[in-house]
């Protein structure tokens, strides 16, 4: 919904609803889905048939249940194509010179989702989604996004946060956050430390746009015993060398369409 409320259309707005149902879902029945979007049985069915005749869920006719369609993951895949075709090959990089995960994320208003993922090698990997969704304040990518954002739009992201605290190390309130921005602006990039899940750590560098606004970062994350303060800094000034190289490739690409 925009933010005025503006030429909303009530029968669009439902539809989106019943595609989010599928987000923490796999199949669903229509009683099911009704209850969760909220929706009257019959007003459910009928905007499920035309997502249905339309691709983007389809019936399992052994189960009788719905699911999204592959016309949704096709449509998916042209997001942000740009930033994943030149950003791929720089996480594989990563992996092969560091053994950990690294992500690609974009920014969507007060979270960042993740676009892309390369495993590491190594036997203990970290458990982030490709499609997951997670605040800003308390991950490392948006950390570095949230530092480098001009300083009204800064303003407007922090007066709709809601804290919450998931580690004994979660930042969890203004202040601290913003003690924290200011510390990953001073060196280049961000740093979770424990911050959503204990015994996880991650570093991220954020990847600007061709009006020099960061709106995805890159991060490499792994287990904290691994990724002590020796590593962090050495594998920073690779990871802030390589989103620039990749803002920088952004820019050419736009300013040449």
Do not use: W
């Given at each position: ?103 690609l994320v974009v920014m969507d208003d007060l ?24 605040p800003l304040y308390c991950t490392a990518v ?116």
């Amino acid at each position: 919904m925009n933010k005025s409320g503006e030429n909303v259309i009530q029968s669009v707005c439902r539809a989106i609803q019943i595609i989010r149902c599928f987000e923490k879902n796999e199949e669903l029945g229509v009683t099911e889905i009704s209850k969760i979007a909220g929706l009257h049985k019959s007003t459910a069915f009928g905007l499920i048939s035309t997502l249905e005749a339309n691709k983007l869920i389809e019936k399992n006719e052994l189960t009788g249940k719905y699911r999204l369609g592959l016309e949704l993951f096709r449509l998916g895949t042209k997001v942000n194509s740009a930033l994943r075709h030149i950003a791929v090959p720089y996480l594989e990089q990563l992996v092969k010179m560091y053994q950990e995960t690294a992500n690609l994320v974009v920014m969507d208003d007060l979270s960042i989702i993740y676009l892309e993922k390369v495993e590491s090698t190594q036997s203990m990997r970290i458990s982030t989604l490709v499609g997951g969704r997670l605040p800003l304040y308390c991950t490392a990518v948006g950390k570095a996004i949230l530092a480098n954002l001009p300083p009204e739009e800064l303003n407007s992201k922090l007066k709709r946060m809601e804290f919450r605290k998931y580690t004994g190390n979660t930042v969890s309130d203004r202040n601290s956050l913003m003690e924290s921005l200011e510390l990953t602006r001073n060196r280049g990039y961000a740093e979770d430390n424990e911050e959503l899940e204990i015994g996880l750590s991650c570093i991220a560098a954020p990847i600007y746009n061709h009006f020099n606004i960061p709106f995805a970062a890159i991060s490499l994350s792994g287990p904290t015993f691994r990724m002590d303060e020796v590593f962090r800094k050495e594998a920073s000034v690779t990871l802030m060398n390589y989103t620039g190289e990749i803002s920088m490739k952004l820019g050419y690409d736009n300013n040449n369409q």
